[in-house]
């Protein structure tokens, strides 16, 4: 990509410098001066790079859950309490084994 640009720097006594850039050549105070500049910019400095991320969970960091027995025993009363039927709850595991938990 290449721009043609005039940047036009100014200093008055007393004030602070300022600087504009324009298109075409430009009209000047007395106290301003204009560079011509050429900028000439690859396209692949306006490319955004494609973020990329790979997660993996190691099957050894799963654990089972554990849950209490007091948690068991006091979902079994609430849900009781609530509908007003007798409630019985295990934990089944979904390991190979099949096995219950309780």
């Not at 600087?19 to 690859?42: F, G, K, Q």
């Not at 006091?74 to 938990?101: P, W, Y």
């Amino acid at each position: 990509m290449k721009i043609k640009r005039y940047l036009v720097v100014g200093k008055q006594p007393n004030k602070a410098p300022n600087a504009r850039l324009t298109v075409s050549s430009p009209s000047l105070d007395s106290h301003e001066v204009a560079v011509l500049i050429n900028l000439d910019i690859p396209d692949e400095l306006f490319t955004k790079p494609q973020l990329q991320a790979s997660i993996t969970v190691p099957v050894d960091s799963v654990t089972a859950p554990t849950i209490d027995a007091e948690v068991i025993d006091n979902i079994q009363e609430t849900v009781s309490k609530a509908i007003g039927v007798d409630l019985s709850i295990s934990v089944i595991s979904n390991d190979a084994k099949g096995g219950e938990c309780e």
